[in-house]
């Protein structure tokens, strides 16, 4: 599996070229329509179109997250299995639109510069997730340098007995949770995580986040497994 620290420099050394290949396409594509379109105005029309919530992530290897991709996305594959698209008109999805995609192994590198990257370069396309957290500490990285920001971020700490506690540590407003919602769902509380992420408003009033806790490993009780449910957004 790909490092953190690879995936980090591996990504800086991506991100110039993505963004050559991104206005050299739209470049093409106008010409091609026989349109003079300024690239200001192709910017302003991508950040239009990823306002939504552009992609929803889940590590395939626990079945927590894969219990919340099904609940947003229907029927997904297990890891390794292909993207699926979710329909506009599917009942728990907030956007039209959103892509849910497995990590088959939590590595976000390829989702990185396959989907996340380029729709970054073209605007500020919110990403949701239910993953480990080494997932989100690089995301959040890369985020921070687009003006995105980790807007909600809850971890999960599934012990052995099969017991989850659960810490709302921010943003928890935005996407209509309170502490208590997750304890009471019980062992359905991941269905409740997909509701709160598939119906995920922008606020006017944005918050100015800094850094989420991502970077911090927490000691956990023998057994137990650390799952973070997360919102990157502009902010």
């Known amino acids: 599996m790909t490092s953190r620290r690879e995936f980090l420099e591996a990504a800086a050394l991506a991100v110039p070229a993505i963004a050559g290949a991104q206005l050299a396409s739209a470049a093409t594509s106008a010409r091609n329509a026989g349109v003079a379109v300024p690239v200001d105005d192709l910017a302003r029309a991508a950040a239009a179109d990823a306002a939504g919530l552009h992609l929803v992530l889940f590590d395939a290897r626990y079945a927590q997250a894969r219990s919340a991709a099904a609940r947003i996305g229907g029927a997904v594959a297990g890891a390794g299995g292909a993207a699926t698209r979710v329909g506009g008109t599917a009942a728990h999805v907030g956007r039209a639109g959103a892509t849910v995609h497995p990590l088959a192994d939590g590595d976000v590198t390829q989702v990185w510069l396959d989907h996340i990257g380029p729709a970054w370069q073209r605007g500020p396309a919110a990403i949701a997730g239910v993953t480990a957290r080494p997932a989100l500490f690089c995301l959040e990285q890369l985020a921070l340098s687009s003006g995105l920001r980790v807007v909600f971020h809850a971890e999960h700490v599934v012990h052995a007995s099969g017991r989850t506690e659960h810490s709302l540590l921010r943003g928890a407003d935005s996407v209509g949770l309170a502490p208590t919602d997750l304890t009471h769902a019980g062992q359905q509380w991941s269905a409740r995580v997909a509701d709160a992420l598939a119906t995920y408003?922008?606020?006017?009033?944005?918050?100015?986040?800094?850094?989420?806790?991502?970077?911090?490993?927490?000691?956990?009780?023998?057994?137990?497994?650390?799952?973070?449910?997360?919102?990157?957004?502009?902010?």
């Open 201 to 235: 408003r922008p606020d006017g009033a944005r918050a100015r986040f800094g850094r989420s806790h991502a970077a911090l490993e927490p000691v956990l009780p023998p057994g137990a497994q650390l799952l973070t449910s997360w919102i990157i957004a502009a902010a």
